[in-house]
Each structure stands twice: as structure tokens, then as C-alpha cells.
């Protein structure tokens, strides 16, 4: 499927399919209002008031989610953590784009040894322990987001070769392929030109259930201390330190916790859809 028809495909899904269409709408509102809250509220998301602390959401005191145990405003930082935790999820969906489609496609085009070998480091990276990889960057190297970036993008492209992969090993046996090489098109051309385009519409499906495993893996980091480090803050960190308080402060895990279900329900159900849309046989 072309470029073009997969962007048809998807404003087709988010037409005829309402859950589809609402998924889309709400991650977009989300979006949106993450960037622009912290614009207009009067506090800052790294603002402490040691006499404000763990006070429970009002609308006076504009403290609309409540404050933390420093006495920082939540639904700023609450706000502030959506915009690193979709930050990130982007980021790292778009290295596993970039990394696992010219993967895949070269392994399944080239084929034979080149294939057999390329995948076998495949497998070998699957089977190192993840936790133990990004515990060791921590320990080799300082912590900040861009290696967050790194730990979570190092992986997630895996899934994403062995697919464009498979793809790949289709395409290549069509006309249009067998053509573009008897009139003496190079092998990059083909992949560039020819097999890449067409697998856009399996991209753009897949990829929208990358970006919920990209923010379950920078949520799961951040929540054992070896993600987004303070004073910033992602929605992972923001549940850990509400479950340290929830007793005294349930406000201070209900609302990052309800946000970051919200985000993953509703990718998750647009990349369903998408999915469906995309299998003939759900068509019948």
C-alpha cells in the first residue's frame, strides 16, 4: 500500500469507526492541553511551597489536582510529565520507524545469508535482558532523557524489522519489483522507491501500537527510579511517588495514574482499529 492510501486508510478508520475517531480526538485534546496548561496556570511545575504541602485539589487555591509533598503544584506537573512521557513515546516510536524499517527492508530484499545473518543478531538482541541493558547505560553514563531515548528506541525496534521484514519478502516477488530490476534499477533504488512506499500502510498500523509500549517502558523505567530524574517529571515518576502516598494523598496517584490508563487505552484502540480496518478479512 502507497503512502497515500495508507493516509486514506486512516482518515477512512477515524470516519466509519467511532471508537477509532474518540481515541483520536482524546489523544489529541490530551496532547494539546498538556502543552498549553502550564502556559496559563500561575504555577510552576518545579515551584516548591513547603507550607502548601499535600493539600487536596481545590479550585481557589487554582491547585487543581492538589500539591505533593513539596508543596508543587500537581496538574502542572501532571501536565508537564504528559508532554516528556508523549515526548518520549514519539521519539522513541520514530527511531524504531527509522531503525526497523531500513532493517527489515534490506534483510528481506537482499535475502539469502544476508538475511539468515542480519536476522540472527535480531535474535540475539531479543534475547538480552532489557532491565540489565538500561541499568548498565545508567551506570556508564549520566542520566537524562536522551537516554531514555536510547534505552527504549535500542529495543523497540525489533518488532518493527522482523514485520517490514516479512512485508518485504512479499513485495519483493511483484511485478512492478521484477520489472524495476530487469530494466537495471539498482537494489537501493528498489528499497528506497519501490518497497518502502509500499509498505507504509503496515507502518503506519504498526506503529501506533509501538507508541503504547514506548510509554508502558518509559512509565515502567521512571518508576523504578532510572528514568526522567527530578525535578522533571514523566507520568512513571508521578504514579511512584503517588504510591508512596497514597494513604495521606490518594489524589497524588489518581490523577497521573488516570491519565497515563487514558493514553494507553486510547492508542491502543486506535491501533486496533486501524488493524482491523487493515485485514481484508475483517472487511467481510
Same mark, same amino acid.
Given at each position: 500500500?502507497?503512502g497515500?492510501? =495508507?493516509?486514506?486508510? $486512516?482518515?477512512a478508520a477515524a470516519r466509519?469507526?467511532?471508537l477509532?475517531?474518540a481515541?483520536l480526538?482524546?489523544?489529541?485534546?490530551?496532547?494539546?492541553?498538556?502543552?498549553?496548561g502550564?502556559?496559563?496556570s500561575p504555577?510552576g511545575?518545579?515551584?516548591?511551597?513547603?507550607?502548601?504541602r499535600l493539600?487536596?485539589?481545590s479550585?481557589?487555591?487554582w491547585? +487543581?489536582f492538589g500539591?505533593d509533598?513539596?508543596g508543587?503544584?500537581?496538574?502542572?506537573?501532571t501536565?508537564a510529565?504528559?508532554?516528556?512521557t +508523549?515526548?518520549? =513515546?514519539?521519539? /522513541?516510536? =520514530?527511531?524504531s520507524l527509522?531503525? @526497523?524499517?531500513?532493517? @527489515?527492508?534490506?534483510?528481506?530484499?537482499?535475502?539469502?545469508?544476508v538475511d539468515a545473518? *542480519?536476522m540472527?543478531?535480531v535474535?540475539v538482541l531479543y534475547a538480552?535482558?532489557?532491565i540489565?541493558?538500561?541499568?548498565l547505560? *545508567?551506570?556508564?553514563?549520566d542520566?537524562?532523557?536522551?537516554?531514555?531515548f536510547?534505552?527504549?528506541?535500542?529495543v523497540?525496534?525489533?518488532?518493527?524489522?522482523?514485520i517490514v521484514?516479512?512485508?518485504?519478502?512479499?513485495?519483493?516477488e511483484?511485478?512492478?519489483?521484477? /520489472?524495476?530490476?530487469l530494466?537495471g534499477?539498482s537494489?537501493f =533504488?528498489i528499497?528506497?522507491?519501490?518497497?518502502?512506499?509500499n509498505?507504509f500502510g503496515?507502518v503506519i498500523?504498526?506503529?501506533?501500537l509501538?507508541?503504547?509500549?514506548?510509554?508502558l517502558?518509559?512509565?515502567?523505567?521512571?518508576?523504578?527510579g +532510572?528514568?526522567?530524574?527530578e525535578?522533571d517529571?514523566?507520568?512513571g515518576?508521578?504514579?511512584?511517588?503517588?504510591?508512596?502516598?497514597?494513604e495521606?494523598?490518594?489524589?497524588?496517584?489518581?490523577?497521573p495514574a488516570?491519565l497515563?490508563?487514558?493514553?494507553?487505552?486510547c492508542?491502543? $484502540?486506535?491501533?486496533?482499529g486501524?488493524?482491523?480496518?487493515?485485514?481484508p478479512r475483517?472487511q467481510?
Amino acid at each position: 500500500m502507497s503512502g497515500r492510501a =495508507a493516509i486514506r486508510q $486512516f482518515a477512512a478508520a477515524a470516519r466509519s469507526n467511532r471508537l477509532v475517531a474518540a481515541s483520536l480526538l482524546t489523544i489529541v485534546v490530551i496532547a494539546i492541553i498538556a502543552i498549553l496548561g502550564p502556559l496559563v496556570s500561575p504555577h510552576g511545575h518545579i515551584s516548591t511551597n513547603l507550607d502548601g504541602r499535600l493539600l487536596a485539589p481545590s479550585f481557589s487555591t487554582w491547585h +487543581l489536582f492538589g500539591t505533593d509533598d513539596l508543596g508543587r503544584d500537581l496538574f502542572v506537573r501532571t501536565l508537564a510529565g504528559t508532554q516528556v512521557t +508523549l515526548l518520549v =513515546a514519539v521519539v /522513541a516510536s =520514530a527511531v524504531s520507524l527509522l531503525i @526497523g524499517v531500513s532493517y @527489515g527492508a534490506i534483510a528481506g530484499f537482499l535475502g539469502g545469508a544476508v538475511d539468515a545473518v *542480519m536476522m540472527r543478531i535480531v535474535d540475539v538482541l531479543y534475547a538480552l535482558p532489557y532491565i540489565f541493558f538500561v541499568i548498565l547505560l *545508567m551506570v556508564v553514563f549520566d542520566r537524562s532523557l536522551l537516554l531514555v531515548f536510547i534505552a527504549i528506541g535500542a529495543v523497540n525496534w525489533l518488532d518493527m524489522a522482523r514485520i517490514v521484514r516479512g512485508q518485504t519478502l512479499s513485495l519483493k516477488e511483484r511485478e512492478f519489483v521484477q /520489472a524495476a530490476r530487469l530494466i537495471g534499477v539498482s537494489r537501493f =533504488a528498489i528499497i528506497l522507491r519501490h518497497i518502502t512506499p509500499n509498505l507504509f500502510g503496515t507502518v503506519i498500523v504498526y506503529i501506533t501500537l509501538t507508541i503504547p509500549q514506548a510509554i508502558l517502558m518509559e512509565s515502567f523505567l521512571s518508576f523504578l527510579g +532510572l528514568g526522567v530524574q527530578e525535578p522533571d517529571a514523566s507520568l512513571g515518576t508521578l504514579v511512584n511517588a503517588g504510591a508512596s502516598h497514597m494513604e495521606q494523598a490518594s489524589w497524588m496517584l489518581l490523577a497521573p495514574a488516570t491519565l497515563l490508563a487514558l493514553l494507553l487505552f486510547c492508542f491502543n $484502540f486506535l491501533g486496533d482499529g486501524l488493524r482491523d480496518l487493515a485485514d481484508p478479512r475483517k472487511q467481510k
